[in-house]
C-alpha cells in the first residue's frame, strides 16, 4: 500500500472516530446544559479546568515522547520498542501518584480559594479522573507512535461514547453534577482496561526485545518529554487557566457561558484533529528516510485544505451564533453568543495550529515549539487578569485569540524551516478561499434575518454550505471525487 492510501486509510478511521466524538460530545454538551442549571454546569466544568492542571502534571509529557521513539525506532532499531513502552509507562505511573496525592492534600484548600465549597467533592473524585484519564492519554500517545491510527481511533471513540451515556444516564438518575463527573471517570476506566491489553499483545506478538535498552535512550525519553511536559504547561495555561480566572473573577454562570462558547469551538475542530493525529507520526518517519520534498507537499496540501474548510466556517460561526446559541442551548445561555462571535476567530487560527505543532514533535522541534507556547501561554495568562475584570467573560475570549494568533505564527515559522515549502502557491489558493468566504459570508448574512426556528435555522446553514462547495468545486480548490474516495 502506497504511503498516500495509507494515509487515506488511517484518516478515515481517525475521521470517524472524531465523527462519533463530536456527536457524542456534542450530545453531551446540549444534554447537560439542559438537564443542569447554568450554575451547577459551571461547577462541573470549573472542577475540570483544575483537574486538567492536575493531568497535565500526571502527563509529564512522557507519551508524546515515548511515542516519538517508538515511531522512530519501529523504522531503525524494533528491539528497543519494549524498552520505551515498559520504562515510559513507569515513569508515568510515578507521575501520576504525585498528582494525585498532591490533590488529595490540596482539594478542598483549592475550594477555598475559589471561594466554592460545593467544589471540594468533586475535586476529591477527580483523583479517580486523573488516573484512569492520564492513563487514556497515554495510551493514545503511544498507539499513535505505533501508526496505529485506526486503533488510536477506536479507543478515543468508545470513550467519548461512552462518557456521554454514562455522564447524562448518571444526570438523568438524579445524581447531578456529581454523577455527571464519574460519567467521566468510569469511561475512561473502561479504556484504559481495552487500551492496555491491546498494548501487551501488541508489543509482546510484534517485537523481540534486545537483551539491554540502548545506552542513553531512556534519558532521551525523559529529556524529550520536557519541553512537551512545557508545551502541555502552555496549552493549559491557553485553555483551562482561562476556564479557572473566570470562575474566580465572575461566578460560576459565567464559567458556564464560556465553556459552552469553547464546546462551540471543539466541536468544529474535528476534521483538523482527525488529519493532524493521522499525519504528525509521519512525519517523523518520512523525515528518518529523507523524504522532505514529499513531507513538503503533504504540509502544504494539508494545510490549505484546513483552512479552506475553516476560513468559511470562522466567519459564517460569527453570522449564525446568536439563533444558534437560543436554539441548541436555551435562552439561560443568551451571554454566551458574544464570547462564541470572538472565539471564531480562534477557530481559523487553530485550524493552522493543528497541522503544524503536532507535527513539530515528531520532527524533533518540541524545544523551540515549547518556547512559542510558554511564552504566549504567559501572556494569555496576563491578559486574562487584565481583561476579565474590565469586560466580563468576553476578555477571556479576547485574551485567547491574540496569545493563540502569537502562536499560530510561531507555528508556522518554525514548519517553515523544516520544510520546502511554495510560498506563492500557498498565497494562490489563499486568495480563493477568500473570495469563496466573502461570498458565502453575504448569502448567509443576507437569510440570518429569516430564521425563526430550527427549519429555517438548518437552510440557511445549508444555504451556506451549498455556496462554499459550487465555489469551492468551480476554483478548482475542492475534488469531489478525491472527498468521496478518502471519506468512503
Known amino acids: 500500500m502506497s504511503l498516500r492510501d495509507e494515509l487515506v486509510s488511517r484518516f478515515r478511521a481517525q475521521l470517524a472516530s472524531k465523527v462519533v466524538t463530536a456527536v457524542a460530545g456534542g450530545a453531551l454538551t446540549v444534554g447537560l446544559a ?32 515515548a511515542g516519538r ?12 520498542i519494549p524498552h520505551i513502552v515498559r520504562n515510559s509507562l513507569l515513569l508515568n505511573i510515578g507521575s501520576i501518584l504525585i498528582a494525585v496525592l498532591v490533590l488529595a492534600a490540596s482539594h478542598q484548600y483549592i475550594a477555598s480559594v475559589l471561594d466554592e465549597p460545593e467544589l471540594a467533592p468533586f475535586l476529591l473524585l477527580g483523583i479517580l479522573f486523573v488516573v484512569f484519564g492520564t492513563s487514556m492519554a497515554y495510551l493514545e500517545r503511544v498507539i499513535q507512535g505505533f501508526e496505529a491510527i485506526t486503533f488510536a481511533a477506536l479507543l478515543r471513540g468508545l470513550e467519548r461514547g461512552s462518557r456521554s451515556i454514562l455522564a447524562l444516564g448518571l444526570v438523568v438518575a438524579g445524581f447531578g453534577a456529581i454523577g455527571a463527573l464519574w460519567g467521566y471517570v468510569l469511561s475512561s476506566l473502561l479504556v484504559s482496561i481495552i487500551g492496555f491489553a491491546y498494548l501487551y499483545r501488541r508489543v509482546r506478538s510484534h517485537y523481540e526485545p534486545a537483551d539491554a535498552v540502548k545506552p542513553g535512550l531512556n534519558r532521551r525519553i525523559g529529556e524529550y518529554a520536557v519541553p512537551i511536559m512545557a508545551t502541555n504547561t502552555s496549552m493549559v495555561l491557553d485553555n483551562m487557566i482561562d476556564t479557572f480566572l473566570v470562575g474566580f473573577f465572575l461566578s460560576p454562570v459565567s464559567v458556564s457561558y464560556y465553556v459552552i ?61 446568536e439563533p444558534m446559541i437560543q436554539l441548541v442551548f436555551g435562552p439561560d445561555y443568551s451571554g454566551a453568543v458574544v464570547v462564541v462571535q470572538v472565539l471564531a476567530l480562534y477557530v481559523i487560527l487553530m485550524a493552522v495550529t493543528k497541522i503544524s505543532d503536532n507535527g513539530l514533535d515528531y520532527l524533533g522541534r518540541a524545544r523551540e515549539r515549547a518556547i512559542a507556547r510558554g511564552l504566549t501561554a504567559g501572556l494569555n495568562v496576563g491578559l486574562n487578569v487584565i481583561l476579565i475584570p474590565l469586560v466580563g467573560v468576553v476578555g477571556a475570549a479576547i485574551a485567547t485569540v491574540v ?83 478518502i471519506v468512503t
Open 261 to 321: 462558547s469553547k464546546q462551540v469551538v471543539r466541536f468544529l475542530e474535528l476534521p483538523v484533529n482527525a488529519l493532524s493525529f493521522t499525519i504528525s507520526p509521519t512525519f517523523g518517519s518520512q523525515k528518518a528516510a529523507g523524504n522532505v520534498d514529499r513531507l513538503s507537499r503533504l504540509y502544504e496540501k494539508s494545510l490549505t485544505n484546513a483552512l479552506l474548510l475553516y476560513i468559511p466556517a470562522g466567519f459564517g460561526l460569527i453570522l449564525i451564533a
Open 403 to 485: 496569545t493563540y494568533g502569537l502562536y499560530t505564527a510561531a507555528n508556522v515559522y518554525i514548519a517553515a524551516q523544516e520544510f520546502n515549502l511554495r510560498v506563492e502557491f500557498i498565497l494562490r489558493r489563499l486568495g480563493l478561499v477568500a473570495v469563496i468566504t466573502a461570498t458565502m459570508s453575504i448569502v448567509v448574512l443576507a437569510l440570518t434575518g429569516y430564521i425563526s426556528g430550527w427549519i429555517t435555522f438548518s437552510l440557511v446553514v445549508v444555504a451556506g454550505g451549498v455556496v462554499w462547495g459550487v465555489l469551492s468545486v468551480a476554483t478548482g480548490l475542492l475534488d469531489v471525487e478525491k472527498v468521496v474516495s
Open 69 to 80: 521513539y517508538i515511531a522512530e525506532y519501529d523504522e531503525t532499531d524494533p528491539s528497543q
Open 34 to 65: 439542559r438537564l443542569l442549571d447554568p450554575t451547577s454546569y459551571g461547577l462541573l466544568f470549573l472542577a475540570l479546568a483544575v483537574l486538567g492542571t492536575f493531568r497535565l502534571a500526571a502527563r509529564f509529557g512522557l507519551a508524546r515522547s
